[in-house]
Structures are given as C-alpha cells and as structure tokens.
C-alpha cells in the first residue's frame, strides 16, 4: 500500500514581491505567463508519454493489469512530486491538509472532509445549469487563462512504444496537447485536472478518444487509491472546457463497496451491471480485452446521455478498469423547488465525488452532525427515481447496442433527438431477462 505524504500548503494564490508583483513570473507575453499564444510560444513543460497500444489483428489492444503495489509507478512519483512543488511554490487557495477529515460510522463509511474554504475561492459557475451541452464560450474562465506554473506536466502517447519522461519538453501548440494541471481549490491530496487536447479549447462534453486518454492515466498511475471523475454540465461541473478531476484516498469510496447486478456483457468482454443497495442509482462498466474496448461502450452511454439532456457524472476506478456512470437530477429539482430546505442550507452541491462517498461538507455543524442518514439523505436526492432510471438506461441500452451515436450529431443548441444511424448490433446479453432494453 502507498503511504500518501501530506505536506502543509503554503495559503496563496500567487507569491508576490513588496510591488504586489509575483517574482516566479515571466513578463513576455501579456505578462501573466498564461496558455495562450501571447505567452506560450517559446515555452516549455514536462512531457510524460504513455506506452502505445500494440496492434493485434488490426485492433488496438492494452491488457487490463491489476493495480500495482509496489514499486511506486514513475507517473504516480511524477505527479505527486510535481503537485507537492506547486504546494512549496504557494499555488493553491487554501491549505487542503489542514481539513478536518472523518469515516462516517455505518454500513458505507461515508468519508466526511470540512472544507470552509473551497466554497468561498472557488471559481463561480459561469454558464446555465439545465442545459448538459453548450458552446464553449472565450470570454469566459477557460484552462488556457491559467497560469504555466499551474500545469505539472504533458501526457501523451509515446511514439516508440515505450514509456517516457521528458523533462523540458517543448509544447505541440499544433497538435493540442493533454495537459496535467493542479486543481487550486483542491479537494484532497494531488488534486489535479486533465485536460484533453487543451487548445482545442472544447466544451465539457465526453467522447470517446478523451475518455480513453483518461483511462489511460488511471492505468498509468497503477494506484487503487488515485481516482478520476467527470461531472458534465448540470451535474456541477463549474467550468464549461473539457476536464477530468483526479484526486489520491487512500481508502475505498462507499460506491466501490455497492453490490450490483449484472446486466449485459457487450463486444469485447465490458460488463454492464447497476448499483444495488446504494443511494444512487447508476451503471457500472468494467473490464473488456482493451481500454478502447471499454471507453467505447461508455462514451456511447455519455453521449447518449448529453443527446438526451441528461446531466450525468463519470468515476474512473480500479486503475482504469471500472467506470461508474451516475445520471442525475439535483440541479433540476433545485430549479423547481422540489429540494428539502435543510438540505439546501448545506451549501453542497453534489458532484461525482460526493456522490461516490466522499462527503465535502462547508458548514462546521453538518460536519459535526454527519451521520449515515443524513449522507443517504441527500444524495437519494440526487438520484433519478425507479421509474426514470429504467428509462434512461433504456435510452442508453438501445444507443450502445444499435450504434446511434454519430459525434458529429452534438448539436449544442438541439440536444433532444439522437441521430440514427445503422450499425451491426455489437452486444451479446449476458441473461435477456435481467436486461434493460428499449424495444
């Protein structure tokens, strides 16, 4: 088992001189060090490169290996140094170290985090909340205004087939890089962002090839306790430009513990089941001969989901080998005044991690309070009903197995038809009568 360090954290945005001015910076460019063509010409990062894929039968093929106990995995070393260098460097908001952090006493263990800061110096969501796609918009915060200091390092496929590390790398404006970045509201310890191909400044819409490359890095860094998360627009996403959060628990998340049943078995072995016994209701997807193999099956899912306007968050476990997918309708009961006022007056809004188990909480009282119950309480509001979950996972059941998702169909203003297309059947249920299918 991986020890995790936590060190303090230096409490500043910025360090800055006696002129109110930050001596680590550069003054090219608009002067701010930022992504943007103004200043990142000439720069350089920290290049990470995955191995390849290797080609069988024309197939792009990666064995699913267990998570490694030991040695560390270099990325898993790579990040974690890098994050803990930005926290020396003073990058982030607020000490994330000094929260006090709990397991709820019960069946789950929910874990309960107090976070007083995060919600007073986190970014303000700036884009409607009951549409899942929306146009990415310049003028608002995007990850290519943040500063070069903040990202960790690049992440790419290697072009030999093996892993690699290049420490000053030069950066691919044309081909749009992934980037690794700190999170400067940060949840828990090595809280990060990946951000696929950055400066193709995407909205936050899932697809299959990101949603690859972000099981990849959960492969990669070979750690049970290092997972990834998505929460798509509606589903308390703060910032409309394609990102992955990805944070270290050295313990299990409550929805890793859920029973479930089993659904299908799709083309290429993925495993379809749904949680049981859990506040939530949602899909599991796991296993499958290759990683391509399982992004493809639930990036469907995804986009099926955004066509439909559904919001839904993403948690990546078990090294990449696991993908839970929880639709969600708690920003639609807020709007309509459906949501229990005490409930309300918590402050949380329920995104992937809290909806996986892990309870950040804003008030000392509901920390101090925190009990089973009233974990279970709120997020049973965040959890579609019987009736509409069969419903949607009908709708994603006909999408995965009739192949009706075409991406170039993501209509950003139209997103209430999805677009028909004909497709083998590419599934093989597993037990017919435990299937979900639309007819």
């Known amino acids: 088992m991986l020890k995790i360090k936590r060190v303090p954290t230096v409490v500043s945005n910025y360090q800055k001189d006696e002129n109110g001015e930050d001596p680590n910076r550069s003054f090219g460019g608009c002067g701010r060090n930022c992504l943007k063509n103004c200043c990142i010409q000439e720069a350089k990062l920290p290049l990470y490169a995955f191995k390849r894929l290797t080609k069988v039968g024309g197939k792009e093929e990666l064995l699913l290996h267990a998570c490694k106990d030991t040695p560390v995995p270099f990325l898993d070393s790579l990040l974690l140094g890098e994050w803990e260098d930005r926290v020396q460097r003073g990058l982030f908001r607020y000490d994330v ?228 997918l929880l639709p969600q309708c708690y920003a639609e009961k807020q709007a309509l005044g459906e949501v229990n006022g005490e409930l309300l007056d918590t402050q949380v809004n329920p995104a992937v991690w809290e909806i996986s188990g892990h309870m950040v909480l804003k008030r000392k009282k509901d920390y101090d309070e925190a009990s089973e119950a009233n974990a279970w309480r709120l997020l049973a509001e965040v959890s579609l009903s019987e009736e509409r979950f069969e419903e949607v996972n009908a709708l994603i059941f006909e999408a995965i197995t009739s192949g009706e998702i075409d991406i170039n169909t993501q209509c950003l203003d139209q997103v209430d038809a999805i677009t028909s297309s004909t497709h083998s059947d590419h599934a093989k249920m597993a037990d017919s009568q435990e299937c979900v299918v639309l007819q």
Do not use: W
């Open 97 to 324: 170290t000094a929260c006090e952090t709990k397991v709820i006493p019960g069946e789950y263990g929910f874990i309960a985090q107090l976070n007083e800061g995060r919600h007073l110096k986190k970014r303000p969501t700036e884009f409607r909340v009951d549409k899942v796609l929306q146009p990415f918009e310049e003028n608002k915060f995007n990850f290519t205004k943040v500063g070069q200091e903040e990202v960790l390092f690049q992440f790419e496929a290697s072009e030999d087939g093996e892993v690699q590390f290049f420490p000053n790398a030069p950066i691919d404006i044309d081909n749009s890089p992934n980037f690794v970045a700190i999170n400067v509201s940060p949840i828990e310890y090595g809280h990060v962002l990946l951000i696929p191909r950055i400066f193709e400044c995407l909205p936050q819409r899932m697809d299959c090839e990101s949603l690859l490359l972000a099981l990849h890095m959960a492969a990669e860094a070979g750690n049970q306790y290092f997972r990834l998360g998505y929460n798509s627009l509606g589903a308390f996403a703060t910032i409309n430009h394609l990102h992955f959060q990805a944070y270290y628990l050295a313990m299990p998340f409550p929805i890793e513990k859920a029973p479930t049943k089993k659904l299908a078995t799709f083309n290429g072995g993925v495993k379809t089941s749904k949680l049981l016994n859990y506040p939530v209701r949602g899909l599991v997807f796991e296993g499958g001969d290759t990683l391509e193999d399982l992004s493809s099956i639930v990036s469907d899912a995804c986009i099926c989901l955004q066509n439909n306007n559904i919001p839904y968050n993403i948690l990546i476990a078990a090294c990449g080998r696991q993908v839970f």
